[in-house]
């Protein structure tokens, strides 16, 4: 029996692909548990340094099974489903905070739920036949998932609520315009690109990607002040380190750094 997600490792790269292509890629409870159990164990495993999620076959993710939602579903108590539910999403914080580079590889049809979670990671590589749609007003849902914050953020919340209200599709060039994706490479490059910019990053000072992207989370809500106070203290901190003083002698030394994380 195939996995519903699967995990491989090289180069200091965490690949997860959501694996079930039969269904685009939709969530499943199997899909979520994995999630929900690697993404800690990667954040604290010393031979990554970057995590790629992607989908299998066509689709990157088809959000929620929407036709096991027609199928019927487990009778839960108001509270019992929100706590599910909540607990599931724990997804997206994960790929948000975790003190790792996250990008998602986006290959054909990201909506829903999928979206968010693309939407989740630091950043986003799409090949050109990648869609994205929020998808929720279709079937009648209000999001989940993060969508709406991490939407707000990339594209202002104007557009966000058009996008979630219209539940009007972006292609790539379009996603690419608007700065819900980073970069858009033709199909037959995407794993490639994706990889080497993943690998850069694992090659990279750990310790200072982490705290800039604590710093970055930071800025999202908080106030100038407290981010100049988080930037001075991380700014120092990573000035002692090893990765720090190799990247100063590398520098003068005319030669690409080492680094090794600590």
Known sequence: MEQDIIEATSEGVATLTLNRPERLNALSTPIMEGLLDALPRLALDAAVGAIVLTGAGRAFCAGGDVKSMAEGRTERSMEEAVTHLRGRME?????????????????????????????????????????????????????????????????????????????????????????????????????GATMQLARKLARGPRIALALMKQNFNAAENGTLAQLLDLEARRQIETGRTDDHREAARAFVEKRAPAFTGR
């Open 91 to 191: 997804v997206s914080r994960l790929l948000h905070e975790i003190p790792k580079p996250t990008i998602a590889m986006v290959n054909g049809p990201a909506a829903g739920a999928g979206m968010s979670l693309a939407l989740a990671c630091d950043l986003r590589i799409a090949g050109q036949s990648a869609r994205f749609v929020t998808a929720f007003a279709n079937i009648g849902f209000s999001g989940d998932f993060g969508g709406s914050y991490f939407l707000s953020k990339l594209v202002g919340t104007g557009k966000a609520r058009e996008l979630y209200y219209t539940a009007e599709p972006l292609d790539a060039a379009q996603a690419l315009a608007l700065g819900v994706v980073n970069r858009v490479v033709p199909d037959a490059d995407l794993v």
